[in-house]
Nanobody, 113 residues
Framework: QVQLVESGGGLVQAGGSLRLSCAAS????????MRWFRQAPGKQREFVAL???????NYADSVKGRFTISRDNAKNTVYLQMNSLKPEDTAVYVC???????WGQGTQVTVSS
């Protein structure tokens, strides 16, 4: 099993930035892909970004050019740098390790207009 703990959420004004972190522990040797999702109130969970072990990335169209996913394999941590934040980015952000089906508890991001 892989345990995931997110941090870095908070309240920010529109146009601001935040960096989220997702620290992994447990059977981390199995980790190849890490993903970020988000869920806003009353909406379904949606994909935000993913990163492969080799560093290749993929993003949802809604965050392309504003968000950057990265990973530090030595620290077993994945990051989500979020710039030019918009009120519609407000959500609980959750990281996911799909091979083990592990999810973190989430971190709240609130963007005020």
């Amino acid at each position: 099993q892989v345990q995931l703990v997110e941090s870095g959420g908070g309240l920010v004004q529109a146009g601001g930035s935040l960096r989220l972190s997702c620290a992994a522990s447990g059977s981390i040797f199995s980790i190849s892909v890490m993903r970020w999702f988000r869920q806003a109130p009353g909406k379904q969970r949606e994909f935000v970004a993913l990163i492969h072990n080799g560093g290749s990335t993929n993003y949802a169209d809604s965050v392309k050019g504003r968000f950057t996913i990265s990973r530090d394999n030595a620290k077993n941590t994945v990051y989500l740098q979020m710039n030019s934040l918009k009120p519609e980015d407000t959500a609980v952000y959750v990281c996911n390790e799909p091979s083990a089906g592990s999810w973190g508890q989430g971190t709240q991001v609130t963007v005020s207009s």
